[in-house]
């Protein structure tokens, strides 16, 4: 149990597009998902909490017109990358959380990442 | 404001013995603690977790230590096997911020056959 699932896995783009990525909780409901970025050889830094059916909350220097986020359904939240450019390229990992499993509701289960780069 | 501080940035084992990662945190409103693994080009893997109303959670090769008054915590994994070899992540969270979790920088664990 506690699947998600990212896709797309990776993408590449061209300067000035933007770029969505789906995160997806399989087999249970997650009421609040988490948005992060990882630079090679750092650690996770959290971008935004998504909760469902309300705005995204970001954390301090994440631009909220850029990373647009949106959590419709209990299983679903997008990050979109607007006008992405060179500097955007990361590793974008989703995470969700298990309301409902009493025992672990702090536990985050993660996704397997999106490597995005900006041409 | 590194809240979660993992000082160790690789750590080297034989197969067989233990390895211990170690997790030292500042915040004393953290009260629930995680241990992840994770692989390059993946999302973190959820190993085990302790709420800080205990001192110690097991859970088959694993073993969570957390002393409070040290703001310590350490990951004990026995046998250690090759497989193993990843970065540990340790993570801390604060029930009255949201669930929000802080991670550390992470420890490359190698383990040599």
């Given at each position: 149990g506690a699947v998600v699932s990212q896709h797309p896995s990776w993408v590449i783009c061209k300067s000035g597009t933007s770029v969505k990525i789906e995160c997806r909780s399989l087999d249970f409901q997650a009421t609040t998902m988490f948005w992060y970025r990882q630079f090679p050889k750092q650690s996770l830094m959290l971008m935004a909490t998504s909760n469902e059916g309300s705005k995204a909350t970001y954390e301090q220097g994440v631009e909220k017109d850029k990373f647009l986020i949106n959590h419709?359904?209990?299983?679903l939240s997008t990050l979109t990358v607007t006008s992405a450019h060179p500097e955007d390229s990361s590793f974008y990992i989703c995470s969700a959380r298990d309301l409902f499993q009493r025992e672990a509701r702090l536990v985050q289960f993660f996704g397997p990442g999106t490597r995005l780069t900006v041409l | 404001d590194q809240q979660v501080k993992q000082n160790s940035p690789s750590l080297s084992v034989q197969e067989g013995r233990i390895s211990i990662l170690n997790c030292d945190y500042t915040n004393s409103m953290f009260d629930y603690f995680l241990w992840y693994k994770k692989y390059p080009a993946e999302g973190p893997t959820f190993l085990i977790s302790i709420s800080s109303i205990k001192d110690k959670n097991e859970d088959g090769r694993f073993t969570v230590f957390l002393n409070k008054s040290a703001k310590h915590l350490s990951l004990h994994i026995v046998p250690s096997q090759p497989g193993d070899s990843a970065v540990y992540f340790c993570a801390a969270s604060a029930v009255n911020q949201g669930g929000k979790l802080i991670f550390g920088q992470g420890t490359e664990l190698s383990v040599k056959p």
């Open positions: 419709a359904s209990l299983t | -």
